[in-house]
C-alpha cells in the first residue's frame, strides 16, 4: 500500500525525479513522458466520469482509471530480470474488448469518420482518446531505447478504441456523431 506523509520533497528542484527503483532520470526522460502522459490520461477520464452523470458506463472508466495506476507503476519501474514489480498483463487488454465488443454491438457501422463533438460527454471521450493516443506513441518511443512491458502498448491501444466506441455510445448511441464530410468546404 502506499503512504505518504509528506507531499513535497524538494528532491526533485534541480529537475530531475525518483523511477520507483530508485533511479535518478532528468524530468524529460522518455520513461516520465510515457507515464506522465498516462497521468494527464486518467485525469482527463475524471472529468469524462463528471460529463457521464449517473450511467452504468461509470464502472467502466473507475476501472480503467484503477488500470492507469498500474501502467503507471509498471513504467516508472524499468524491468529488471528477477525482480517483481507490477506488470500489466494480457487480461487487462482483453477485459477492454470485451467491453468494446459489448459497446459496439448497439452501433450502427460507419459511413464516415467521426468528427470529436456532439455532446459534451462525447468530446471529453474524444479529447481522452486523443491523450490516449500520445500516450501509446510516448511508451512506443520509449520502447526504442529502453525495454518495457508490451502488455502496456496493447492496453493503451484497445484504451484508445474502447474511448472512440464510449465517444458513439455517448452520443446517442451514435444517432448524434457528426460525421466528416471529405470536401465540405472546397470550391
Request: proline share 4%.
Amino acid at each position: 500500500m502506499v503512504y505518504l506523509s509528506r507531499i513535497y520533497t524538494k528532491t526533485g528542484d534541480a529537475g530531475d525525479t525518483g523511477l520507483g527503483d530508485g533511479t535518478r532520470v532528468p524530468k524529460d526522460h522518455p520513461r516520465v513522458s510515457a507515464y506522465g502522459a498516462v497521468d494527464e490520461l486518467n485525469a482527463t477520464l475524471g472529468i469524462v466520469v463528471l460529463q457521464l452523470g449517473d450511467s452504468a458506463h461509470i464502472v467502466l472508466i473507475r476501472s480503467v482509471q484503477n488500470d492507469l495506476f498500474d501502467v503507471g507503476a509498471d513504467l516508472c519501474v524499468p524491468e529488471v530480470d528477477g525482480k517483481t514489480v507490477l506488470r500489466m498483463r494480457a487480461e487487462q487488454a482483453e477485459r477492454l474488448e470485451k467491453a468494446i465488443d459489448a459497446l459496439n454491438e448497439r452501433l450502427e457501422p460507419l459511413r464516415s469518420f467521426v468528427l470529436p463533438g456532439g455532446s459534451a460527454a462525447a468530446a471529453w471521450c474524444h479529447l481522452a482518446r486523443t491523450i490516449c493516443r500520445r500516450a501509446e506513441r510516448d511508451v512506443v518511443s520509449l520502447a526504442h531505447v529502453e525495454k518495457i512491458n508490451p502488455h502496456v502498448v496493447i492496453y493503451l491501444n484497445r484504451l484508445s478504441d474502447l474511448l472512440f466506441v464510449l465517444a458513439r455510445i455517448c452520443n446517442n448511441d451514435g444517432q448524434a456523431d457528426v460525421l466528416w464530410v471529405p470536401a465540405k468546404n472546397q470550391e
